[in-house]
């Protein structure tokens, strides 16, 4: 079963930049990673995602300030966030989707890691 660890949130000002990591175990080389977040008392929502051949797909909420990549090497996948606003506090979770980007996933759902933007 795929197992996947999110690090890199934090508190940040208004105009800032967090880059956020996410450990996969798991057939790495083969798994489409998608990165989402749930703002409080808000549905879950996707931001971006990368192919295992690399090619990438944004979701309309943080479109051109942010980029998704994949290391290979160690397993990860990096979302690079800049200008940063308040309307992007959220937990950030990644998963393997299954079919679409936002439908079933592979992984259960991690704790995530939190993002809080500061105005």
């Known amino acids: 079963q795929v197992q996947l660890v999110e690090s890199g949130g934090g508190v940040v000002q208004s105009g800032g930049s967090l880059r956020l990591s996410c450990r996969v175990s798991g057939a790495f080389s083969i798994y489409h990673v998608g990165w989402y977040r749930q703002p409080p008392l808000t549905e879950r929502e996707f931001v971006a995602g990368i192919t295992p051949a690399g090619d990438t797909k944004y979701g309309d909420s943080m479109k051109g300030r942010t980029t998704i990549s994949r290391d290979g090497a160690k397993n990860m996948v990096h979302l690079q966030m800049t200008n940063l606003q308040p309307e992007d506090t959220a937990v950030y979770y990644c998963?393997?989707?299954?079919?679409?980007?936002?439908?079933?996933?592979?992984?259960?759902w991690g704790q995530g890691t939190q993002v809080t933007v500061s105005s």
């Open positions: 998963n393997v989707p299954t079919g679409t980007w936002e439908g079933g996933f592979l992984g259960p």
